[in-house]
């Protein structure tokens, strides 16, 4: 099953399909440039990209899918992560912090609440330490459920500016929750 909030679909070839985990993890990433999300559709279609997302928002907060839920994406540089983990692409600006639009900040708030609703995420916890990506199999409140695309990868990504903000969006989701 995949979120309601989506307003634009074109499913990827680039994905392992089923994914082999359970979701109970949110890895947000950004676009490195503006994209929407008919282009970035278009991107993911290409198989010579070798990428792709669960998700991706807009400048104007539209929601798209390009892998199923059930399926793993292409995007973290791992495929562990991957196939725990509901990616999401958010457009941003191409130089740092990488910013986004409000209304991608916004959307990106009521995605990633109703991933956590209709996966069974009651919590999202977050304590921006990469070194605790050795408890992600653990049961206990040390278990981060965000990751950064950057803990796997000599990238930026997700950028300063929405690394910056994890702390309030997980406030705000877990508000929603
Ligand atoms: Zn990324």
């Known amino acids: ?3 309601p909030l989506v307003s634009f679909t074109e499913i990827s070839p680039n994905k392992t399909s089923p994914r082999n985990h359970t979701i109970d993890t949110i890895t947000i990433h950004c676009t490195a440039g503006h994209l929407n999300v008919r282009a970035l559709g278009t991107h993911f279609a290409d ?3 070798q990428a792709s997302s669960n998700y991706g928002i807009d400048d104007e907060g539209r929601i ?3 892998v199923d839920e059930a399926d793993r994406s292409w995007c973290s540089s791992n495929a562990a992560n991957d196939n725990r983990a509901i990616t ?20 990106l708030i009521y995605l990633v609440a109703d991933i956590c609703k ?4 009651k919590k999202l916890r ?19 459920n965000i990751t950064l695309h950057k803990w796997f990868a000599q990238k930026a990504c997700p ?19």
């Open 47 to 49: 198989k010579n990209q």
């Open 159 to 177: 950028g300063p500016y929405l690394e910056e903000r994890m702390f309030d969006i997980v406030a705000k989701v877990n508000a929603l929750l």
């Open 1 to 3: 099953m995949n979120s």
């Open 88 to 107: 999401i692409e958010v457009s941003s600006d191409g130089f740092p912090p990488y910013a986004v639009t409000d209304s991608a900040y916004a959307s």
């Open 64 to 66: 798209a899918l390009y």
């Open 118 to 121: 209709r996966n069974s995420i």
């Open 126 to 144: 977050w304590s921006h330490d990469k070194a605790l990506l050795n408890k992600l199999d653990d049961n206990s409140e040390l278990r981060q």
